[in-house]
T-cell receptor, first 113, second 116 residues
Framework: DQQVKQNSPSLSVQEGRISILNCDYT??????FLWYKKYPAEGPTFLIS?????DKNEDGRFTVFLNKSAKHLSLHIVPSQPGDSAVYFC????????????FGKGTKLSVKP | DAGITQSPRHKVTETGTPVTLRCHQT?????MYWYRQDPGHGLRLIHY???????DKGEVSDGYSVSRSKTEDFLLTLESATSSQTSVYFC???????????????FGQGTRLTVV
């Protein structure tokens, strides 16, 4: 049973526009959420995170929104750039998990010039 | 870049043979993880370690074992490799559990394993 779901396998966006990547989770114990970006033939790299005590975290062009009642988070990239083209993974953990970080299946973002 | 080295980077092995993948870190981080990445499945946790000699199973641990005798090394062993274990394997490290707080998990470059 998938605890972290990214229901869109792919997303295509024009350069300069907003990219919105979505993630849903089922485990109400999750209290920390992260987004990772992955280029082909490389390991995932950390992008941004949010604690469940917040509903928004911003870092430059990247903003993550958390809606706990809906068990939903989203990553907004504004403005999108061709270099943002990658696979984006949503991940979640909870305090008693001793380090168990659960990932979604990923969304492939393509930003077209 | 976080000091994580995975070896080997590529390996082809035959069904039924044992295989060991190594993850070495120079960050002195407490937590270490092994994930596999497969098309349509994303990243799935195999095993993780929360200290020397302290390990636990993840989501897809069957057929795999791990050992951590030193802080810096986390070994993943496929006891008897099968074709279903053909995958890309990633090691990750974190100073905090599950990449919490400001201690996000850093990933290695990956090991591409092919079992024929």
């Amino acid at each position: 049973d998938q605890q972290v779901k990214q229901n869109s396998p792919s997303l295509s966006v024009q350069e300069g526009r907003i990219s919105i990547l979505n993630c849903d989770y089922t485990n109400s114990m999750f209290d920390y959420f992260l987004w990772y970006k992955k280029y082909p033939a490389e390991g995932p790299t950390f992008l941004i995170s949010i604690s469940s005590i917040k509903d928004k975290n911003e870092d430059g062009r990247f903003t993550v929104f958390l809606n706990k009642s809906a068990k939903h988070l989203s990553l907004h990239i504004v403005p999108s750039q061709p270099g943002d083209s990658a696979v984006y993974f949503c991940a979640a953990s909870y305090g008693g998990s001793q380090g168990n970080l659960i990932f979604g299946k990923g969304t492939k973002l393509s930003v077209k010039p | 870049d976080a000091g994580i080295t995975q070896s080997p980077r590529h390996k082809v092995t035959e069904t039924g043979t044992p295989v060991t993948l190594r993850c070495h870190q120079t960050e002195n981080h407490r937590y270490m993880y092994w994930y596999r990445q497969d098309p349509g499945h994303g990243l799935r946790l195999i095993h993780y370690s929360y200290g020397v000699k302290d390990t636990d199973k993840g989501e897809v641990s069957d057929g795999y074992s791990v050992s951590r005798s030193k802080t810096e090394d986390f070994l993943l062993t496929l006891e008897s490799a099968t074709s279903s274990q053909t995958s890309v394997y990633f090691c990750a490290i974190s100073a905090g559990a599950g990449g919490r707080g400001n201690t996000e998990a850093f990933f290695g470059q990956g090991t591409r394993l092919t079992v024929v």
